[in-house]
């Protein structure tokens, strides 16, 4: 299965793209799974398992953050065309909606000064006062900005820290046992490690994302460590148009453009990508800083899960992104010609 793509997959890891790397592909009822490579380099060279867990980074956003949304839109306790201060009060700003969060298009100003050394009570007054632009609705700007401030409208609704939300509301219901928040000491040794930092430390079992790790049990943006099983566990989900946990019909809706002027190219949460047929049908696209991606097609019962710690030991992203994008290519064109 997608001979070509792995062929470039194995030639990354030898090259040193990523240390180590879990993939899968599905198509219906097949998963071709594969575990390359190492988990660590440093200080100790330990080889990558199938149960190994990765900092999956920005995909907390749309396995989580943007999960618990849908599930509370589908029940009309929200409406996404409604401001967030309707139900975030706390926030100082009446013109950004949900909508503009979900799609990275409220051209909110995110900065911060000193923001990586902030404690979480000054970080989340911090965010509570920021101002969209005049871009408003008009442009997509990818920001973490979006996905934190919904996970305090998250803690708003249900009264409790975003990371419980998740485990009730995503990750118990999905059966992603293998899914952690805040790991705990014992199990960090199967975990993928991410960057050394400056002062030596290598992250491992710990958020790579500086805001997250701030923010800790209220982080909407990043902070899930996960499994190549879990994941297939989440993506059979959209696979089967909801399942038992979302409505067809909301899976349908983020198949398509859902950015103010319905030109952004972004869904709820979700990048759109499309096939390279000619039929270009639309494709559900996510990445994670860390270096993970996944894309889901619902319409072909197929997706392609990527999970390395490419950060590990030293973050050299430019390079990552443009290996990144050539295995991209590669695997539409592969899945544009196969039988």
């Not at 969209?132 to 919904?150: E, H, R």
């Not at 485990?167 to 975990?191: D, Q, Y």
Request: aromatic letters at 10%; charged letters at 25%.
């Amino acid at each position: 299965m997608y001979t070509k793509t792995k062929a470039l997959i194995r030639q990354q890891l030898q090259a040193g793209v990523f240390p180590g790397v879990a993939f899968a592909f599905i198509e219906k009822d097949q998963i071709d799974e594969n575990i390359w490579g190492n988990q660590m380099l440093v200080p100790d060279k330990v080889r990558l398992q199938k149960d190994t867990l990765f900092d999956v980074a920005s995909l907390t956003k749309v396995i989580c953050t943007t999960s618990a949304i849908l599930r509370l839109v589908e029940q009309e306790r929200l409406q996404i065309d409604q401001p967030l201060q309707k139900y975030l009060t706390a926030f100082q700003n009446p013109q950004i909606t949900l909508r503009h969060l979900l799609t990275h298009t409220s051209d909110i100003k995110t900065w911060i000064a000193n923001r990586n050394q902030l404690k979480k009570e000054a970080l989340k007054a911090a965010y509570l006062k920021l101002q969209p632009g005049k871009n408003i609705g008009k442009v997509v700007q990818y920001t973490d900005a979006g996905t934190i401030l919904l996970g305090f409208l998250l803690e708003e609704m249900y009264q409790k820290t975003t990371v419980e939300i998740f485990r009730t509301e995503v990750l118990v219901p999905l059966k992603m046992h293998n899914s952690f928040f805040l790991p705990p000491e014992a199990i960090k040794e199967k975990i993928a490690p991410t960057e050394v930092l400056p002062d030596g430390m290598v992250l491992q079992g710990e958020t790579h994302d500086p805001k997250a790790r701030i923010l800790k049990e209220e982080a909407g943006n990043a902070g899930l460590f996960t499994n190549l099983s879990d994941l297939e566990t989440f993506v059979q989900m959209y696979l089967n148009w909801g399942s038992d946990y979302l409505k067809k019909e909301t899976i349908a809706k983020l198949l398509s453009d859902q950015t103010p002027k319905k030109t952004g190219g972004r869904s709820l949460g979700w990048d759109l990508k499309f096939t390279a047929d000619e039929n270009k049908h639309p494709l559900l696209f996510h990445t994670g800083y860390t270096g993970t991606f996944m894309l889901i097609d619902p319409e072909q019962s197929s997706a392609f899960i990527f999970l390395s710690n490419r950060v590990h030991p030293v973050d050299n992203r430019n390079f990552y992104l443009k290996n990144r994008d050539e295995i991209l290519a590669l695997y539409l064109k592969e899945k544009a010609h196969k039988s």
